[in-house]
């Protein structure tokens, strides 16, 4: 399967992603996890995208299309994949379907995770992630069992510096402006699958398996 998970920040797609990255044995390829794995590691392209991250800002399309065709190309992605916090504009969609195209893939499943603005804060200003593993956690809804500690690796949970208030505004705005029109450029192609992006994330999940096995046996 491949899949792309679209939705604002805090919606949960990173979350689901995992859950789906470990049932089916897929890759989770977040694109926001690529650019502060490179930005911990001092790589050229990880001091180029620090200083728009850290506003909330987009990190240039021509950086992120490299990033994504390259990683695409690699052997854990012939099955399936799936794309978190990619395509995030008009322009990294029209090159993701070009780059597949190529190899005559294409995309499956889009999902949509429709969510309200009041959780969409909450769950930012609340979000801890481990600085070894990527994995997610919530201070009040998914808590790890230590404080600071991740469950999965023993690394410390921090809070990303984007996850401040006066970011998360700015960071809204930009999806709005730029990554909500794929919503339609994914309808027109008959690939979207809106889901609530509110649910815990337990019952979303659900969802997610009864959407794919009800594609499956069609
Ligand atoms: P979230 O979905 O919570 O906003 P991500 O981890 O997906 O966070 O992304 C964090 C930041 O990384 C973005 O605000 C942006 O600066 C940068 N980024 C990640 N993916 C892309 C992309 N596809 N295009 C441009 N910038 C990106
Ligand atoms: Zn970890």
Not at 48 to 58: C, D, P
Not at 94 to 116: G, N, P
């Amino acid at each position: 399967m491949r899949i792309i998970l679209l939705g604002p920040p805090g919606a949960g797609k990173g979350t689901q992603a995992q859950l789906i990255s470990k049932r089916f044995g897929m890759p989770h390829i977040s694109t926001g996890d690529i650019l502060r794995e490179a930005i911990k590691n001092k790589k050229p392209v990880g001091l180029k995208a620090k200083t728009y991250m850290e506003k909330g800002e987009l990190v240039p399309d021509e950086v992120m299309n490299k990033i994504v065709t390259l990683r695409l190309k690699e052997s854990d992605c012939d099955m399936g994949f799936i794309l978190d916090g990619y395509p995030r504009t008009k322009t990294q969609a029209l090159k993701l379907d070009e780059a597949l195209s190529q190899i005559r893939q294409k995309i499956e499943f889009v999902f949509y995770f429709e969510t309200s603005s009041e959780i969409i804060i909450e769950r930012l200003s609340g979000r801890r992630i481990c600085k070894n593993c990527h994995a997610v956690y919530h201070i009040k809804n998914m808590p790890s069992r230590h404080a600071n500690v991740c469950d999965k690796c023993a690394g410390t949970l921090y809070q990303r510096p984007d996850d401040k208030k006066e970011t998360i505004k700015n960071r809204l705005e930009i999806y709005t402006q730029q990554t909500k029109p794929l919503i339609d450029y994914y309808q027109k192609q008959s690939k979207l699958t809106k889901v609530n992006g509110d649910l815990a994330a337990e019952k979303l999940f659900e969802v997610l398996l009864e959407i794919f096995a009800g594609r499956k046996s069609e």
